[in-house]
């Protein structure tokens, strides 16, 4: 069974990175054909998703937080990370680590992290 846990710092200040790890085990980040993805959901919003980063270690984010959001690797110790610098406190959700999107899945999401909460403020 894939396991992801999302770990990392639950407050950061505004115009600061905000950074997080996801621990995959019981697969690979790297076998053929699975994304790793980011997603989030703000208080009484919806989901969002942030970005991915594919098995060959390609990467691709959502318009809207492209140039704010850096996705990476660490093959070795089965981990991805997101960062997202210049926060503000829009940027307060619930985040999650998921595995997908998934062709073999409707596109969807089949394996996901517990969630992290994250809250910006000074």
């Known amino acids: 069974q894939v396991q992801l846990q999302e770990s990392g710092p639950g407050l950061v200040k505004p115009s600061q990175t905000l950074s997080l790890t996801c621990t995959v085990s019981g697969g690979s980040i790297t076998s053929n054909y699975y994304y790793w993805s980011w997603i989030r959901q703000p208080p009484g919003k919806g989901l969002e998703w942030i970005g991915y980063?594919?098995?060959?270690?390609?990467?691709y984010y959502s318009p809207s937080l492209k140039s704010r959001t850096s996705i990476s690797r660490n093959t070795s110790k089965s981990q991805f990370t997101l960062q997202l610098s210049s926060v503000t406190p829009e940027d307060t959700a619930v985040y999650y680590c998921a595995r997908g999107p998934d062709s073999d899945y409707g596109g969807g999401y089949n394996y996901w992290g517990q969630g992290t909460q994250v809250t910006v403020s000074s």
């Open positions: 980063i594919a098995y060959r270690g390609s990467t």
